[in-house]
């Protein structure tokens, strides 16, 4: 039903459109137009499909919270908490689908038969409504086009408009994500003391876990300390950018410096499609090849060495990160002008001292920008340390160890089943906001370092 | 006293040839000019007088171009030695973005000219001095050399330029991104200059020609069509396009 009513409206509005220039033509040949005939189709359209579709998008979002309130109006004298409450219209919904199997009273029965009902009225009135709407504005326009009224600016108008909608939608559906993050963080800073939080150092949620009833307080204590998560997090990062940034850098001076041309015309696209893979992909890399081999060589060596290292993780992910690395650099560094690079050779300079003492400051600001991004990027990759690396949160600064992030235990947290207001579950929450806020920091530098940069040369 | 003798120097980019059998006698401790319409391959010669040219992947030099009897264009020819003696100044002011003591710093530092801090001081003094700018900077040497105006960032380009005491200095257009002002201290300059070295300078003002140069040449589509005095090529030239384009007929 609604489907058809969506698509009638915009069929409708291409429909106008044309009409719309058509009415235009024939305007044309006895006075003069205010703007292009398509304008006047525009003009039509948008009065057509905007004041029914905004009409419809309301009605889709209140209908629901309108007919349940008449539903559950019978149900008030029952004394019923909320949550019985939703329990019984989603009974009522589901009697009225087909699709509930439980006991069928007579008093569930007949909000059954109000609902499907209501429904009903609710479906003619908004078909009626619309095409009530549809008719007016389009009678309105249409007035104004024969009036051969000035067409351009209210259709410039409403395009800013539908602009202006798009981009508030986007930024909402962002602040709605943060917020929706910080209320359960704070939530479960109710339960966990932030102190305790920031500064523990045994990060064990299961033990937690009691059924039916409130866990022990002193439990909590000691459960829930991110401090080996944040030092797992930044130690696999730091192994993946010693990976990276010398690789990184020297390939991307490379490419901009001394590959020729042909050179450069295939290892961009190559490495470019490499920063395409997967990380999954990279998950199992580490997983079955680099880690057991990371394991052979450090037990060849005498070495204990568990088969779900730091190293391995934070090696992998490294090489990940080496064509983010390149990529940008190698972009940075091409768009130092070329006028400086001839002042240099005009010296007498070679071609590294070149790169070493102007080619390399002058892009230096670009390339720390790039290694910043690359840096947030290590701290929220998830797959290769759910993989490759381990789940056990242990505090160690030895890479031969397993370790944990931030990110894998998120989803250690999130996976199977879960109860909803479980300190557990909200712990989620507060890494979460934790690892936000390190990644929003860290993409605020690199972001404004290089601006600062492009600044320059201007 | 002939510096440079080029014989027959033919240059292409890729298969587009941009010079055709150029032979040229440019004097020691003169200034030569050469001038022409855009295009017409004087910036190309220029920079084959110092192998920039070996900087493009698809040019190639072909012909000889002698300096003292050091063949130029040629595979053995040790480039870092010969843009050490041959230095150049740009079109636009390319100074490098460190500190203006820095810039005329680096072509000493990297032929290792000065032995010692004081030696690297005095040396970038008298480049500064020599020109014209010593005055103007010598309070903030340790500011950005990119924060100069157009005129001394040029100036600061031919301090860079002589710190290294090269015996050719070739200019291409220096003036044409600065006022008159700028350019009057630049022609100045280059008056005092000539009395060490021998310049080659490529302009498009041919008033700046007659006023700085001794010897001019005139190039059109790739060909140098007349070489000789100054004053002989602006007062009377042998050659009917030389006339019109110096009397703005064409070009």
Known sequence: ?458 | MSKIKAENVNVYYGSKQALFDVSIDIAEKEVTALIGPSGCGKSTFLRCLNRMNDVIEICRVEGSIKMDNLELNSRKLDVVRLRENVGMVFQKPNPFPKTIYENVAYGPTIHGIAQSKEEMDQIVETSLKKAALWNEVKDRLDEIGTGLSGGQQQRLCIARAISVSPEVILMDEPCSALDPIATAQIEELIDDLKKEVTIVIVTHSMSQAARVSQKTGFFHLGKLIEFGPTDKIFKNPDNQQTQDYITGRFG
């Open chain 1, 1 to 458: 039903m609604n489907l058809i009513l969506v698509t009638f409206i915009i069929l409708l509005a291409f429909t106008s459109y044309y009409f719309g220039r058509k009415k235009a033509l024939v305007i044309q040949s006895s006075q003069r137009l205010t703007a292009l005939p398509k304008f006047y189709g525009y003009y039509l359209a948008a009065w057509c499909a905007a004041p029914a579709l905004i009409i419809f998008a309301l009605w889709s979002v209140f209908e629901p919270s309108i007919v349940k309130t008449f539903i559950l109006q019978d149900y008030t004298d029952q004394n019923l908490t909320k949550n019985e409450l939703q329990l019984i219209y989603t009974k009522v919904k589901a009697l009225a689908a087909g699709t509930y199997t439980g006991n069928i009273t007579n008093f569930l029965d007949e909000s059954a038969n109000k609902y499907i009902q209501l429904k009903g009225i609710a479906n003619s009135a908004k078909v009626a409504i619309i095409l009530a709407i549809l008719i007016l504005s389009l009678s309105f326009a249409y007035r104004s086009v024969q009036k051969n009224d000035r067409m351009r600016e209210p259709v410039e108008i409403f395009l800013k408009w539908v602009l202006f909608v798009a981009s508030l939608g986007a930024v909402l559906v962002t602040i709605g994500i943060v917020f929706s993050l910080l209320f359960e963080a704070i939530r479960f800073f109710q339960a966990v003391k932030i102190f305790d939080f920031i500064f523990g150092t045994h990060w064990y949620p299961a033990k937690t876990f009691v059924r039916d009833g409130q866990p022990d307080p002193e439990l909590m204590k000691d459960a829930f300390g991110a401090v080996p998560l944040f030092a797992g997090t930044f130690f696999i990062a730091f192994i993946a950018m010693c990976v990276a940034i010398p690789i990184g850098l020297l390939s991307g001076i490379y490419l901009s410096e001394y590959a020729g041309r042909g050179v450069r015309k295939y290892a961009k696209p190559i490495i470019e499609i490499l920063a395409g893979i997967p990380t999954v992909v990279y998950g199992f890399f580490a997983a079955l090849t680099v880690g057991p081999f990371v394991k052979e060589i450090g037990n060849a060596m005498g070495l204990e060495v568990s088969a779900e290292s730091a190293l391995a993780a934070g090696a992998v992910m490294g090489v990940m990160i080496i064509p983010f690395i390149s990529s940008l650099s190698d972009d940075v560094i091409t768009a130092v002008p070329q006028n400086l690079r001839d002042g240099s050779y005009a010296m007498g300079a070679t071609k590294s001292e070149t790169v070493k003492k102007v080619i390399f400051p002058a892009a230096l600001p670009g390339i720390v920008g790039s290694i910043l991004l690359a840096v947030s990027r290590a701290v929220g990759e998830t797959m290769i340390v759910v993989m490759a690396s381990g789940l056990a949160a242990n505090l160690t600064m030895n890479p031969l160890e397993s370790t944990s992030t931030i990110t894998a235990q998120i989803v250690v947290i999130l996976i199977g089943d879960q109860q909803f207001g479980d300190p557990k579950t909200q712990s989620a929450f507060a890494l979460g906001i934790s690892l936000f806020i390190v990644t929003l920091f860290l993409n605020v530098i690199a972001l404004s370092v290089v601006k600062r940069y492009r600044e320059k040369y201007e």
